[in-house]
């Protein structure tokens, strides 16, 4: 009997308190004071004593756990978007269980067995994987998606205005003068790229500016693959005056293959990325990129899980979120006289 845990009734006796209060404050349910709440935890921590939240579930209950599955966990908007989620979800009392799933590989079906036993509702974070999320599906708990995946499933999701966005990074880019505007689309799979491209090409139309399809260039969202798509750009024999990449992994990409090709950045290339990662700020020259909010992206999700537990059902089945220009360091006029500015790029919010 040495190894045995203590249990929920030994440590509300411990502490001289009902086992109903010891639940509570073990659970960061309201109704306790912060106190008792304190006291019961350091009791607890010194018996042993942990929470079986398999439990809890089983019994019917609530085990304040949110599941979230996400693939490339390295990516700056997975990681925006899962540093929101858990600071809204711990700001509701829950805790967050983050699986990661390996792109092109289909998870076991025990992961989705795992969640729906532990967790009270899940958040499918660039859900590249149609047939993971068809799975979903058919768990016995709510689901929330964050940006579109493959195909359209019944699933409300979060995601933000992509093709405004675009629309507003390109034409910074046109009313800056720039006539040749490089392209580098994102995962194709997914409505965010198809969005960025559309927009894109509708602004090309809308300013009459050339659409050559040699000035657009595959990309995946990577890093890698933004280098590479910018490698093939800049050999072109009339390469382009700017590039807008579909996020700002590739766009830092394209910095990167502008430095190796000593291609001046703004002087001889203005890049615009999508996103606003920490990165972007960080590198120099700085990354024009247009922002949408990632980490009130991933509170929106927990926030909508939590209601739709509650039994609230969203009222839309998909929250747009608004994007903004943000304008840095690496966008300025091509060599020439300088263009005359149009209203839209100077309500732009400008970080120099």
Same mark, same amino acid.
């Given at each position: ?11 509300a ?6 086992? *109903?209060?010891?639940? +509570? ?15 019961i ?11 079986? +939240? $398999?439990?809890?579930?089983? !019994? ?22 899962? =540093?929101?989620?858990?600071? =809204? ?11 990661s ?7 076991q079906? !025990? ?5 729906? &036993? ?6 499918? #974070? ?8 068809k799975?979903?599906a ?6 929330i ?11 409300p ?6 093709? +405004? ?12 003068? &720039? ?7 994102? &995962? ?10 559309r ?14 399809? !040699? ?11 933004g ?7 800049? !050999?072109?024999? +009339?390469?382009?005056?700017?590039i807008?990449?579909?996020?700002d ?13 000593? #291609?001046? #950045? ?8 999508f996103?606003?990662s ?5 590198? &120099? ?11 009130? *992206? ?13 039994g ?6 998909? $929250?747009?979120?608004?994007t ?6 690496? =966008?300025?006029?091509p ?18």
């Amino acid at each position: 009997m040495k190894n045995r845990l203590p249990t929920l009734a030994e440590v509300a006796d411990v502490a001289g308190v009902s086992r *109903m209060t010891a639940s +509570r404050a073990l659970n960061n349910q309201p109704g306790v004071s912060r106190a008792v709440r304190e006291e019961i935890l350091r009791i607890a921590a010194k018996l042993g004593y942990t929470v079986n +939240r $398999t439990a809890q579930k089983l !019994s019917g209950g609530k085990s304040r756990i949110i599941g979230l599955v996400a693939i490339r966990m390295q990516n700056p908007f997975t990681a925006e978007v899962i =540093t929101g989620a858990v600071r =809204t979800a711990r700001t509701a009392g829950y805790e967050m269980l983050v699986y990661s799933l390996v792109e092109g590989v289909e998870p076991q079906p !025990s992961v989705t067995h795992l969640l729906e &036993h532990i967790a009270d509702g899940v958040i499918a #974070v660039l859900p590249y994987s149609g047939r993971y999320l068809k799975s979903l599906a058919a768990a016995s708990v709510p689901v929330i998606t964050v940006e579109d995946g493959i195909e359209p499933l019944d699933f409300p999701s979060i995601g933000c205005d992509n093709y +405004r966005g675009a629309r507003a990074a390109v034409e910074h880019l046109a009313d800056l003068g &720039h006539r040749r505007i490089g392209f580098i689309t994102g &995962h194709e799979s997914l409505s965010s790229a198809r969005e960025r491209r559309r927009g894109y090409l509708d602004v090309l139309s809308e300013r009459r500016l050339p659409r050559d399809d !040699s000035l657009i260039a595959e990309g995946d969202y990577t890093q890698r693959g933004g280098f590479d798509a910018a490698r093939k750009l800049l !050999s072109l024999s +009339r390469r382009p005056t700017a590039i807008f990449a579909a996020n700002d992994d590739a766009a830092m990409g394209v910095l990167s293959a502008a430095q190796k090709l000593q #291609v001046r #950045v703004p002087e001889e290339l203005s890049i615009v990325g999508f996103d606003d990662s920490p990165q972007a700020a960080q590198v &120099h020259p700085a990354i024009t990129t247009v922002r949408q909010p990632m980490q009130e *992206m991933g509170g929106s999700a927990v926030n909508m899980l939590l209601a739709m537990m509650a039994g609230i059902e969203p009222a839309s089945p998909v $929250t747009t979120f608004p994007t903004e220009l943000v304008v840095r360091g690496s =966008t300025a006029p091509p060599s020439g006289p300088p263009a005359k500015r149009s209203k839209s790029s100077r309500a732009a919010r400008t970080e120099r």
